[in-house]
């Protein structure tokens, strides 16, 4: 093999190294928004704001990496697939920062609606969620069809707990007293719509 192409296929596994690492920064900051709410804590919702800047940072890093390994290196189709995986999954990692970014919004004003905040269907959703980024993550790095197809599986999971958590948090909206609790109770459904 020719050093040329022994650097490419370093500079591959680097691309792989770099979207597992965005994977698990993306977790942090889902389990810091996550944890947020669930202590209602602002001074923490406000921390994710800045974690997320520097995940869009990375997913362009990311970007002009392989935009470069493709113009430089005309690589064969495997590789090219490759690469443009990366590419694809680096998109959806930066698109769950910032829906991760958007739970932590809304934290500050459920502080004033602690009875409002705490739904078992958010939790459970947060932690099918989180579950299922991190199975990802590890089928991917470890070429694991099995374990990717189960984590597609349990994506009905989150959409039935939605559904459920949607019904009685309408009845909900419908029985409060005062606009501002309609809104807490509004930006409960939001807050299940970015999960």
Known sequence: MTEIRSTFHRELGDLRDDILRMGSQVDEELGMALEALDRLDS????QVPTYDQTINRERYDLENKCIWLIASQQPT???LRFIV???SMNVDLERM???AKGIAKFVPHLVQYPQV???PEIAAMGGIVRDMLQDVM??????????ARSVAERDSRVDSLYAQLFTQVMYHMAEARE?????????ILRVAREL
């Open 43 to 46: 001074r923490l919702a406000g």
């Open 77 to 79: 189709a495997r590789d």
């Open 85 to 87: 995986t990366v590419m």
């Open 97 to 99: 920062g910032d829906q």
């Open 117 to 119: 905040a705490r739904w």
């Open 138 to 147: 590890r089928a991917y790095a470890e070429d694991d069809v099995d374990l």
């Open 179 to 187: 606009p501002a609790e309609i809104e807490a109770h509004y930006d």
